[in-house]
């Protein structure tokens, strides 16, 4: 089983400021086949991400993924209101399919 | 638009069978292109994938929790399932169905909380 430790656990950040949240496995990520999600308070996780770097439907072009291997990052360039949320990364190129525990991206 | 729904009791004793269904409104769960997963979260916690199914019934589990988990599909009435056997308090959790293509959950259902109590 592939495991995900993602770093910092909580990032304190104003808006406008830049996000780089970091998502390590514990072996070789098949394909780059990473993705991210953003989740709010009781709602549901959103695809972000995926395959590193390519952008889900209707997702701004601030959010940004890249890596590869063993090492991946989000970057939310610059940060709104809305972004402040828990962003986990997972990996879907092995078996089973693995989450990272979550970085929680707070307000400064 | 795609819209997945949980239901189920809220409420299952220690020992007991688990049971959520999910129904699909906006389109088919018989398309050929989409997987159907079941997604947990425990209160506080992270992110874990159960299993999914396809429409043909074709099914994939984590092995985390092969021995008690079983996913159906009916797809005449455009839903699928979960049971998870003999359940403990480390069950309590918020459980999410979700389409999945190529492993990829980008359509989710609200999440229904189920609380293993006796």
């Known amino acids: 089983e592939i495991v995900l430790t993602q770093s910092p656990g909580t990032l304190s950040l104003s808006p406008g400021e830049r996000a780089t949240l970091s998502c390590r496995a514990s072996?070789?990520?098949?394909?780059?086949?990473l993705a991210w999600y953003q989740q709010k308070p009781g709602q549901a996780p959103r695809l972000l991400i995926y395959?590193?770097?390519s952008r889900a439907t209707g997702i701004p072009d601030r959010f940004s993924g890249s890596g590869s291997g063993t090492d991946f990052t989000l970057t939310i360039s610059r940060l709104e209101p809305e972004d402040f949320a828990v962003y986990y990364c997972q990996q879907y190129g092995s078996s089973p399919r693995t989450f990272g525990q979550g970085t929680k991206v707070e307000i400064k | 638009q795609l819209q997945l729904q949980e239901s189920g009791p809220g409420l299952v004793k220690p020992s007991e069978t688990l049971s959520l269904t999910c129904t699909v409104s906006?389109?088919?769960?018989?398309?050929?292109?989409?997987?159907w997963g079941w997604i947990r979260q425990p209160p506080g916690k992270g992110l874990e994938w159960i299993g999914s199914i396809y429409y043909s019934g074709n099914t994939y589990y984590n092995p985390s929790f092969k021995s008690r988990v079983t996913i159906s599909v009916d797809t005449s009435k455009n839903q699928f399932s979960l049971k998870l056997s003999s359940v403990t308090a480390a069950d309590t959790a918020v459980y999410y169905c979700a389409k999945a293509k190529a492993s990829l959950l980008d359509h989710w259902g609200q999440g229904t909380l189920v609380t293993v109590s006796s």
């Open positions: 906006g389109g088919s769960i018989s398309s050929s292109s989409y997987y």
């Open positions: 395959g590193a770097s």
């Open positions: 072996q070789s990520v098949t394909s780059s086949y």
